[in-house]
């Protein structure tokens, strides 16, 4: 894990933002996405940078192929992935809810599975796999769950339309499949499974119905509320389009989600992506805290709100930049 954190760490620093690139009105607002990161969240000052795009790439090159050891986070959330893209698990009184599938049936069976069976969870439990969003990192193992258990998959209406296109070309590597339509996950819905209620909020940017939520998760006998947001990297236009929700209305809807966050009193972050959020940092101090410290998710509303100001300034800036750019 550590290693893991190291080599992350050097591409963060090598993706240092500089509020230099660009003019001032970009400047001023990489400047105060900086000034909202204080110390404690650099991480995903990355999307600041006009090459954050780039970054992820990056991130997928080295990320994808570390694998971590499944952790639980709280006594009722764990994460099984690699440094790249993972799955959240919910273990509730009822079984289990997953947040995303990992890319691929292969990933599913050979990854996902060996990982619940580790934190020692049982795989036939998995009653739900919300997909946040139609990208393959995303919802690649989520027609094989849904045929070897009966979990039932859920995207937004937007996002199942997204999959459900998907040229056939790109369905030919490892065996792809693309998930029988089961739930629609519309905006404001709430989800109830055993002692856990979950609300879900459609919040189009990355793509055009991507899927946030805000999660209960319990340490001892308290519960604290999570919030996740479905989506990391930028869209590559201001407006909307088939396939992307566009820079301007991510923008709204980080704003709204920050909005909803706060009004449900969320106190850490959740991201399936947790090379950007800072997550990996996380789990790396959860590894070496002392029993009965802080649990480092927990992060406190003032940080959360922080987060989803620097995810704002540098979509403003992002639209800047694209409103410049040649036609
Ligand atoms: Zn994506």
């Not at 003019?23 to 001023?28: L, N, Q, S, V, Y």
């Not at 050891?69 to 992935?81: H, K, Q």
Request: net charge negative.
């Amino acid at each position: 894990m550590a290693m893991l954190a190291g080599a992350m760490a050097a591409l963060a620093i090598a993706g240092a933002v500089q509020a230099s690139d660009g003019g001032a009105a970009i400047a001023t607002h990489v400047n105060a996405a900086q000034a909202l990161a204080g110390s404690d969240l650099r991480t995903p000052l990355f999307l600041c940078r006009a090459d954050s795009g780039q970054v992820v790439r990056d991130y997928l090159q080295i990320g994808s192929k570390l694998w971590l050891e499944p952790t639980w986070a709280f006594d009722n959330l764990a994460y099984v992935g690699n440094g790249f893209v993972g799955v959240w698990v919910l273990r509730t009184s009822e079984g289990l809810i997953l947040f995303d599938s990992l890319t691929s049936p292969e990933e599913a069976e050979h990854r996902l599975v060996p990982g619940l069976v580790k934190l020692g969870l049982k795989p036939a439990d998995i009653r739900y796999v919300i997909v946040t969003h139609g990208h393959w990192d995303h919802f690649g193992g989520a027609a094989w769950l849904q045929k070897t258990y009966g979990a039932r998959v859920g995207l937004s209406a937007a996002d199942w339309k997204m999959i459900e296109d998907t040229p056939t070309q790109a369905m030919e590597i490892n065996g792809r499949a693309i998930p029988r339509r089961d739930l629609v996950i519309e905006d404001g819905q709430k989800l109830t499974l055993g002692d856990a209620t979950i609300s879900f909020y459609v919040t189009p940017g990355h793509t055009p119905g991507t899927v946030s939520a805000i999660i209960p998760a319990r340490q001892g006998d308290r519960t604290y509320v999570m919030s996740l947001l479905g989506s990391t990297a930028f869209p590559p236009g201001l407006e909307p389009t088939d396939r992307y929700g566009g820079v301007r209305l991510y923008d709204q809807s980080v704003r709204r989600f920050s909005r909803l966050s706060r009004e449900a009193g969320a106190v850490g972050l959740l991201n399936t992506h947790m090379f950007a959020d800072g997550g990996l940092d996380r789990l790396d101090a959860l590894q070496t805290a002392a029993p009965g410290a802080a649990n480092p998710f927990l992060i406190g509303a003032d940080a959360v709100n922080r987060y989803y100001g620097i995810l704002d300034e540098c979509l403003q800036a992002a639209v800047v930049r694209l409103e410049a750019a040649p036609k």
